[in-house]
C-alpha cells in the first residue's frame, strides 16, 4: 500500500472515529487487549527475530533492552490498553460556556486532532501506547516504526486491528508503514494533506531530522540530559538511592540519571560513598579535576561530557558553591526533561522548581517517574519538551486541541 492510500484510509478512519461513542472505543480498546495475549507466540517469536538482527549488527545492550519483548512485558502492553479504557475520556468536554451582550453562547469544546503520525525507533511497546491513546481520543494513527523492530511492529499492529475487527470498529484506524526506505520516511513528515501532526519519538538524531525536515506540525518528544543536585543539606541515604535507581534502573530510556550536580561543601565526605554505591553497578563517573582528587576511581570529564545523554553506565559530575550555581549549570546543559533536587531546605526546594526550565522537576524523587503510567495517564505518546501545546508526558489530553462551539438564535453582525 503506498504512502497516499494509507494517508486516504487514516482521514475517512478519523471521520469515523469521531462518532463513536465511549462505550464503543472502550470496548474496542479492550478487545485490541484481549488479541495483544491471542497473538503472544506470533508476536515474541517476530520480536526474536528483530532481537537476532539487532545483536548481529552491533546494536548496544541499552537498545537491545528497549527493543526486546517478554510475555511479561505484551502483558504489561495490553493492561496498559485497559487502563487507557479506564480513564475519562477528554472529548467533548465543554471547557466554557459564556454568553456574549448580544445573546451568543460562545464556548469552546474539546475535539480529536485527526490523523496523528509517529515516526520512532526500536520501541515495540510504542506501537501499542500510540494505538492506544490515539483511538481513545478519536484520532486515527499512522505508524513509521524503525527498521530494527518491524518484524515485531508488524505482528502487534495485525493483532491490535484483529481486535478492532472483533469490536465491529474501523481497522484503519490503527496503520502501519512497512517500508523502511529513508525516502518513504520522508514522504511521510511531508504529507500535509492529510497527517495533522508529527510525533517523532526516538534519539537525538531522529528528533532533530523529523524537526528539521517536516512540513507536518510536530510535537517534539526530546532526549533527556536529566540532572540531579545533591545540595548541601541533602540526606545521604536518600540521596543514594535516588541517584542510583535514576541511574541504573533502566540506563537505556530518557528519564534516567545522566548528569549529578554536588554541592562542593559536601563532596568530601559524599563522593567516596557515592563511588562505593555506583561501583556495585560498575558505573564510570566523569568529573573535573577537584572530584578526581578526592575519588582516584573517577575518569576526567571533558565540556561534552555536561551535555551528553550516554543511555549507559556512565554519569557526568559537577562540583557548585550553591543552590544557584547549580540551577545555571542544569539550564544550561540540559534538554528540559526531568531534573530532581535532594535537599531538606524548603527554600532551595521552591527555588529549584521555580526556576528549573524542564518539563518535570523533582524535589527528593527519582528522575524515573516522568512517565505517562506513573502520572495517571494509562500510557504516553511521548515526552514533549518543548513549550507549545503540550508538555511533559502526553497522555489523552494532550492529543485533543479545541473548537469553538457558538449558539445563536438568529443574531447577525452589523
Not at 462518532?19 to 495483544?36: D, T
Not at 505484551?74 to 475520556?89: F, H, P, R, W, Y
Not at 504529507?191 to 506540525?217: C, F, H, K, M, W
Request: charged share 25%; glycine share 8%.
Amino acid at each position: 500500500m503506498d504512502l497516499m492510500e494509507i494517508g486516504m484510509r487514516a482521514k475517512q478512519a478519523a471521520v469515523c472515529l469521531n462518532k463513536l461513542g465511549v462505550s464503543e472505543k472502550n470496548e474496542g480498546l479492550r478487545l485490541a487487549a484481549q488479541a495483544l495475549l491471542d497473538g503472544e507466540p506470533d508476536i515474541l517469536a517476530a520480536n526474536q527475530e528483530d532481537v537476532v538482527r539487532a545483536a548481529a549488527n552491533g546494536m548496544s545492550p541499552a537498545l537491545i533492552d528497549r527493543l526486546e519483548l517478554t510475555p511479561a512485558r505484551l502483558q504489561s502492553m495490553a493492561d496498559g490498553l485497559l487502563e487507557v479504557a479506564a480513564l475519562e475520556d477528554p472529548v467533548g468536554e465543554v471547557l466554557s460556556m459564556k454568553q456574549r451582550p448580544n445573546g451568543l453562547l460562545i464556548g469552546q469544546k474539546r475535539v480529536p486532532l485527526g490523523v496523528v503520525g509517529m515516526i520512532y525507533e526500536a520501541r515495540p511497546n510504542v506501537t501499542a501506547d500510540a494505538f492506544g491513546l490515539c483511538f481513545k481520543t478519536g484520532n486515527a494513527v499512522i505508524l513509521k516504526g524503525g527498521s530494527d523492530a518491524i518484524e515485531s511492529n508488524k505482528e502487534i499492529v495485525r493483532w491490535l486491528r484483529k481486535g478492532l475487527q472483533d469490536a465491529g470498529l474501523c481497522q484503519d484506524a490503527l496503520q502501519l508503514i512497512t517500508d523502511t526506505d529513508r525516502e518513504v520516511t520522508r514522504q511521510f513528515m511531508r504529507l500535509n494533506q492529510y497527517v495533522d501532526v508529527l510525533i517523532p519519538r526516538g534519539g537525538a538524531g531522529l528528533i532533530r531530522t523529523v524537526v528539521e525536515n517536516s512540513t507536518v506540525p510536530v510535537i517534539e518528544t526530546g532526549t533527556g540530559n536529566c540532572h540531579i543536585y545533591v545540595d548541601e543539606s541533602a540526606d545521604f541515604t536518600m540521596a543514594l538511592d535516588i541517584i542510583e535507581n535514576a541511574k541504573t534502573q533502566r540506563i537505556g530510556v530518557c528519564n534516567a540519571c545522566e548528569s549529578l550536580v554536588v554541592h562542593r561543601r559536601i563532596a568530601e565526605q559524599f563522593l567516596p560513598e557515592l563511588w562505593e554505591r555506583l561501583q556495585k553497578k560498575q558505573v564510570e563517573v566523569r568529573a573535573e579535576a577537584e572530584a578526581r582528587a578526592m575519588v582516584d576511581g573517577f575518569a576526567e570529564a571533558s565540556e561534552e561530557d555536561w551535555g551528553t545523554e550516554y543511555l549507559d553506565y556512565i554519569l557526568s559530575l559537577k562540583l557548585v558553591d550553591s543552590v544557584d550555581e547549580a540551577i545555571a549549570h542544569i539550564n544550561r546543559y540540559n534538554t528540559g526533561h526531568s531534573e530532581a533536587i535532594i535537599t531538606k531546605d524548603y527554600a532551595n526546594a521552591q527555588k529549584f522548581l521555580n526556576e528549573i526550565d524542564a518539563a518535570a522537576v523533582y524535589v527528593n524523587a527519582s528522575t524515573r517517574f516522568t512517565d505517562g503510567n506513573e502520572f495517571g495517564f494509562g500510557a504516553e505518546i511521548g515526552i514533549s519538551t518543548q513549550k507549545l501545546h503540550a508538555r511533559g508526558p502526553m497522555g489523552l489530553t494532550a492529543l485533543t486541541t479545541t473548537k469553538y462551539i457558538i449558539y445563536g438564535n438568529g443574531q447577525v453582525r452589523s
